[in-house]
């Protein structure tokens, strides 16, 4: 599998590590009434056949953290973004 | 069972001769041959027995897919088992030994398995080796293993070498025939980087072979001048004895080059294979097409060939399969055989076409084609038989990822599917039966730009096919997979017993099983299947293609990192230091550590006891480089931590160290170390050795894709710094005959002070006052370059004190002494509050762990926490591992109160203690429990006690 | 103080490996070297790239997003370290890394094909011009590379892997004859 960083170029599955969904969000209270949302962000993951956005570390290249847009179906890698710019512009 | 070498022509050089073995025996042959063409030139048919009858096997194919002339290549460690001797170029002196036979290839006891087969039919080996269920690995299995087998390893190491490289390029070329040559020539002509790719030992595909005439001369010289032409351009690379063996996600290309399997030895310095990772913007397949083979009673006799592997060893290597051949087909293109046999002299004794004038019923001969029965009752004499059960597009490769071919009626053969523009089938590889077709879809996808240049004229001979898959009224067996033995029989069987769907089939009769995978037998057996199943080829459909194509060794795939360099070595600045000193030497993660510093007559323990008494009695130096460092600077470096630490490191003073813990976000213990502050925005954080790459990790996470907002940057150091711990009470007095214009003393250099210094006139420096032996001591890092230079300088100030290297084994003791957690403890399991420290983690703040950390399991006093524990009998050794029990309990489960985690012989008590998890532990100190150690089988009574065996007021560390 | 480099008893002089003619590549330890890190502060990456084309005398060399490595041969690494430290205060965080990493320089009619054995990248001049840097892994270290000339590449690694590394790359060489300067 190729993934295209942003700023290295395309680059093989080697020299990137996975993480999983990245479209958790950590949540921001420390309110025990809030345990039931961190236990969703900590532990719950989905495992889709097809779409998936996930994290990906560039680890031996730009140790960039990217979100990756795949397919776990066809392996076919619609998007890769530096985390950092996403949360800039959101 | 007569070849003979044909008087002249071919591409063979016959001014050498190459002399080789063939299971003992001397044999010649020349430069140009393969080893099965010299074989056959040689009058050899017979070169292999069959897995399962052991019946005479000769060569049947002129390539890859041969599944019969399997031989042992080479002796001692560089034999190879399961080569095909049909890809084998001869050289000189080449030795081949033929494989599963018993004692000899002419006379095979095991043969006798054939006269039995009523028993070894498909599935054979589940009904018949199911009872007693206790005879199958001691009596059946080890039989069967003896009986049935391919070729043996060798049990030498390899001596040769292997290696990888990547490759790129706009076009990879599969295939060098008529429609390879093309792509290829039209690709390089518009400047594009091109790879034309070959498994063959030269490049030229079917023209090699094929009387073909193109452009007005024949094919050959056609295909000659443009493989000159494309040698000469700096765009593409020619890469013959290249096996394209997979197809993978992004249009890349596994490929295997056989650099020196053709010379006895490889050059000095060149290495055997080379493994390709060939990533390609486009790629075409022209692979060409397979031909089949014919299903007829005793197809297997060796003389059987496909008709044109006959004409390829005939036109190429001038190699006559017999004196007189019949020829058996159900298409056109056998007639090429008819007519390049005859003009080589041959004698064709039949010609049998299934549309026009019947069918061979049988082939009579063991070892070779004596004569043949056919459909109509007529017989005739001939010693070799030339078949053509039509022709299948080699898809293999276009398969790869999933896509299944397509059967297609009018060529009766599986078609490539469409993949996309990056990967296009061309030539005969996508069912194109004429030449002119071949050669128009090669410049078709050739043209990357521009306007598609002409089609060269050639001659096409028009092709015809009527499918005919079995004849039945056969009385011998008729084979569909030869090298596993499976005959048309087998699959109505398979179908009558359920395993009707091609998947099962497949793997009850081991029908594409074997290392040819099927090349030549399963489209027939697919056939023959759909039939019996009543259902078209096309419902039945195909089994699934996967990598490799054809073997590929595991050398190629460990490539050059084996041995020594298996991964890679990391050594630290003091490396050589440590070996001046004596240093033996542990691997931790990649890292060379030293381990202890023996003196003459001591081992490991009496060593590290030395370096442990010495230490804390004057002054010890330890190599702590592998630390990992990270530096952190940054306007929000200070807030950035507080999110990671459970601690607070915003209000930690410039100049102070303080001991950090990290957790998990599920609120497990991940990691600790020293982070000191050097200035308002610059903090230099440590790390446990082990976890070093996974902090770095983890911190560019948090920053990343967590808190992107914070202004804060960081990088690792550890590299940058030579760090060295030195401890005992003689630590200060040395290192301060080395540092400059700075008078060490708790008012200038306090406990968790730390600083940048110089020493030893000027040499940058930072100095830690920091311990992790209980002993007063500093850590002191120097830029890497000037390590062992300082380490050195350290000993020679520490003389006078009598000051010792000490090593991880030494360093593990005083910890364990001193009862600081480590990696024994850090396990993954552990909360804040199981190590004792659960009153570091903040609660005015948000960090990593925090809410998880909260948890009632994570906070529930029964969990298990850290306890230091003594064996009662002071003189024994205890180990880690041995679980904790009430005194009147039995070993159990349920009875478990956890476990020992790390031991030491402690130098300064004279006996075996240690760190435990137990539950509810801090309330038990002074409790006698039960150790039980499953592995050794004993248990013993030990004593739980607080962690700090040694030195509990810390008197030591600030004195 | 003289620095002592982490290959100075390894890579020793002289011609190696196939002798086929000139040899397909030439090694050399490009030591001592000082290298700074710099890392653009928030919001400072453009700030930080004016910065930098300012400076005199030093290579920079682009080492991930918004980060670089700044060399110099003929400074000394504290000389360096203080003059980016100043010029660049507010705009960049910098970190002294001359003894953490170890340069070799690689060229030669060869030298691309030695590399391709180690990375993905590729390393065609239409591709990788002259100047640019990349992030990648060769013979599973993670390695910092430069093209400096048509035949001509800089290789940094970590200083703890160079030994290993020199192994791995001295016998992918062997085929086409190298010599180390």
Redesign the interface.
């Known amino acids: 599998m190729l993934i295209p960083c942003p700023?290295?170029?395309t680059?093989?599955v080697?020299?990137f590590t996975f993480l999983g969904d990245a479209t958790v969000t950590r949540p921001t209270s420390l309110e025990p009434s809030s345990m039931d949302a961190w236990m969703d962000y900590v532990y719950l993951r989905d495992n889709p056949r097809g779409d998936y956005t996930e994290y990906v570390h560039h680890s031996?290249?730009?140790?960039?953290w990217l979100v990756v847009k795949r397919n776990t179906d066809t392996h076919e890698v619609d998007s890769a973004v530096?985390t950092?710019t996403m949360k800039a512009k959101t | 069972m007569t070849g003979f070498r044909i008087a002249n022509g071919g591409l063979i050089d016959r001014s050498t001769n190459l002399t080789f073995k063939f299971d003992g025996k001397s044999f010649k042959g020349h430069q140009g041959d393969t080893l099965a063409s010299a074989l056959i030139a040689s009058g050899v048919h017979l070169m292999g027995r069959s897995f399962k009858y052991h019946r005479p096997r000769g060569v049947i194919s002129a390539g890859a897919s041969e599944p019969n002339a399997l031989v042992e290549l080479r002796e001692g460690p560089r034999k190879e088992a399961n080569t095909r001797a049909t890809m084998v170029e001869l050289y000189d002196g080449l030795i081949a030994t033929s494989q599963n036979r018993w004692p000899s290839l002419e006379n095979d006891f095991l043969a006798i398995n054939s006269l039995a087969s009523s028993i070894f039919v498909a599935g054979f080996y589940y009904k018949t080796f199911m009872w007693p269920k206790t005879f199958w690995e001691k009596i059946y299995e080890p039989l069967i293993r003896k009986a049935a087998g391919l070729g043996t390893a060798s049990k030498e190491a390899d001596p040769d070498?292997y290696?990888?490289?990547?490759?790129?390029c706009d076009l990879l070329v599969i295939g060098s025939g008529p429609s390879g040559l093309m792509a290829a020539r039209t690709a390089a002509r518009s400047g594009a980087?091109v790879i034309l790719a070959d498994e063959g030992s030269a490049l030229g595909g079917s023209l090699l072979f094929e009387n073909e005439e193109i452009d007005g001369t024949n094919g050959l010289s056609f295909a000659q001048t443009i493989i000159a032409e494309l040698a000469s351009l700096p765009n593409v690379t020619l890469m013959p004895r290249t096996t394209i063996f997979g197809w993978f996600d992004g249009n890349i290309f596994g490929g295997l080059e056989r650099v020196n399997d053709h010379v006895a030895v490889p050059?000095?310095?060149?290495?055997r294979q080379r493994y390709w990772?060939i990533?390609a913007k486009r790629a075409v397949l022209a692979a060409g097409a397979e031909e089949r083979p014919l299903v007829f009673g005793g197809n297997d006799v060796p003389g059987v060939m496909l008709a044109s592997a006959m004409r390829h060893y005939a036109n190429r290597y001038g190699a006559a399969a017999g004196k007189s051949i019949a020829v058996f087909t159900n298409n056109n293109s056998a007639r090429r055989t008819v007519g390049d046999m005859k003009d080589h002299g041959i004698n064709i004794a039949a010609v049998i076409d299934t549309r026009k004038n019947g069918k061979i019923i049988n082939v009579k001969g063991g070892k070779g084609v004596k004569s043949i029965d056919l459909s109509d009752g007529s017989h005739f004499e001939c010693d070799a038989v030339a078949m053509s059960g039509g022709w299948s597009p080699i898809v293999n490769l276009m398969c790869h990822r999933g896509a299944k071919p397509i059967w297609n009626e009018i060529i009766a053969a599986f078609m490539p599917p469409d993949v996309g523009p990056q990967f296009r089938a061309i030539g005969s590889a996508s069912g194109k039966m004429l030449l002119s077709e071949c050669l128009n879809s090669g410049i078709v996808a050739g043209t990357l730009k521009g306007k598609t240049p002409p089609t060269p004229k050639c001659k096409d001979e028009a092709f015809a096919i009527q499918p005919f898959w079995w004849v039945k009224e056969s009385t011998s067996k008729a084979f569909i997979d030869y090298q596993n033995d499976a005959t048309a029989k087998d699959l109505p069987l398979a179908n009558r017993e359920g395993y009707g769907h091609v998947e099962l089939a497949k793997r009850y009769t081991t029908t594409g099983m074997a290392t040819d995978q099927g090349k030549l037998g399963n489209v027939n057996a697919i056939a023959i299947l759909a039939e019996a199943a009543g259902k078209s080829i096309s419902e039945m459909g195909t089994t699934t293609f996967r990598p490799m194509y054809t073997p590929v060794s595991f050398g190629a795939f460990a490539g050059?990192?084996t041995g020594h360099?298996f991964?890679?070595?990391?050594?630290?600045?003091l490396h050589d230091w440590a070996i001046e000193q004596g240093a033996v030497f542990v691997e931790t993660g990649?890292?060379m550590r030293s381990s202890w510093f023996p003196k003459a007559g001591e081992d490991w323990l009496a060593s590290a006891s030395r370096e442990v008494k010495a230490t804390r009695a004057g002054v010890g130096l330890c190599d702590v480089s592998t630390l990992g460092k990270i530096?952190i600077?940054?306007?929000d470096a200070g807030a950035f931590l507080d999110k990671i630490y459970c601690n607070t490191f915003s209000t930690l003073a410039i100049g102070k160290a303080r001991y950090g813990l990290m957790l998990r976000e599920d609120g497990v213990v991940f990691d600790d170390g020293t982070t000191s502050r050097l200035a308002d925005d610059?903090y230099l954080m440590t790390t446990t050795t082990a976890n070093a790459a996974r902090v770095m990790s983890h911190i560019e996470f948090c920053h990343q894709a967590l808190w992107p907002?914070?202004?804060v940057?960081y990088?690792?150091?550890?590299?940058?710094?030579a760090q060295m711990a030195i401890a005992g009470p003689k630590s200060r007095a040395t290192l301060q005959k080395l540092v400059d214009g700075l008078t060490l003393n708790d008012e200038t250099t306090p406990y968790l002070a730390a600083k940048d210094i110089t020493i030893?006139g000027?040499?940058?420096a930072r100095l830690f006052r920091i311990s992790f032996s209980g002993e007063h001591a500093y850590e002191l890092a120097v830029?890497?370059?000037?390590g062992?230079?300082v380490a050195r300088a350290i000993m020679q100030a520490g003389q006078e004190f009598e000051i010792v290297p000490y090593g991880v084994e030494a360093l593990s003791m005083m910890r364990i002494e001193k009862g600081h957690v480590a990696g024994g403890e850090l396990n993954g399991t552990t909360t804040a509050g199981d190590l004792g420290l659960g009153k570091m983690m903040s609660t005015k703040k948000d960090f990593i762990g925090r809410m998880m950390a909260t948890r009632e399991g994570m906070v529930d006093p029964a969990r298990q926490c850290v306890v230091g524990i003594r064996p009662v009998d002071r003189t024994m050794k205890i180990r880690s591992g041995g679980h904790l029990l009430k005194q009147s309990d039995r070993p159990s489960m349920a009875n478990d109160q956890g476990y020992i985690c790390s031991v030491a012989w402690s130098p300064m008590l004279d006996m075996w203690l240690g760190l435990a998890l137990l539950s509810n532990g801090r309330a038990r100190h002074g409790e006698v429990v039960k150790v039980f150690d499953g592995l050794r089988g004993h248990h013993y009574l030990a004593e739980i006690c607080d962690p700090v065996h040694f030195d509990p007021e810390n008197r030591r560390l600030h004195a | 103080?003289h620095?002592?480099?982490?290959l100075q008893t390894i890579a020793i002089q002289g011609r190696f490996?196939?002798d086929k003619g000139a040899p397909g590549v030439t090694l050399s330890v490009v030591h001592?070297l000082a290298i700074a890190?710099v890392?653009?502060?928030?919001g400072k990456s453009k700030a930080l790239k004016d910065a930098l084309a300012s400076l005199k005398s030093v290579n920079v060399l682009w080492a991930?997003?918004d980060?670089y490595y700044v060399q110099s041969a003929a400074k000394s690494?504290?000389a360096l370290y203080t003059e980016l430290k100043t010029k660049l205060a507010n705009i960049?965080?910098v970190?002294?890394?001359?003894?953490?990493?170890i340069t070799i320089r690689i060229s030669g009619p060869k030298a691309r094909?030695v590399l391709?054995?180690g990375?993905?990248?590729?390393l065609?001049t239409d591709?990788f011009p002259v100047g640019k840097s990349?992030?990648?892994?060769m013979?599973?270290?993670?390695v910092h590379i430069t093209r400096t000339g048509k035949d001509e590449f800089t290789l940094s690694v970590?200083?703890?892997?160079s030994?290993?590394?020199w192994?791995?790359l001295t016998?992918?060489a062997?085929?086409f004859?190298y010599q180390v300067s």
Request: some cysteine; proline content about 8%.
């Open positions: 700023h290295c170029g680059r093989p080697e020299e031996g290249g730009c140790r960039a530096a950092k | 070498t290696e990888k490289s990547y490759a790129h980087r050059p000095a310095f060149e290495p990772r990533h050059p990192f360099h991964q890679p070595v990391r050594k630290t600045p990649l890292w530096d600077q940054g306007k610059h907002e914070l202004d940057q990088v690792s150091v550890t590299e940058q710094w030893l000027g040499l940058t830029p890497a370059d000037h062992n230079m | 103080m620095r002592v480099s982490s490996g196939a001592p890190m890392i653009a502060r928030n991930g997003p980060q690494e504290a960049a965080s970190t002294d890394q001359s003894h953490g990493r094909a391709a054995k990375t993905p990248i590729d065609y591709e990349a992030l990648t892994q013979a599973h270290v993670g970590f200083r703890g892997f030994e290993s590394f192994e791995w016998s992918q062997a085929e004859g």
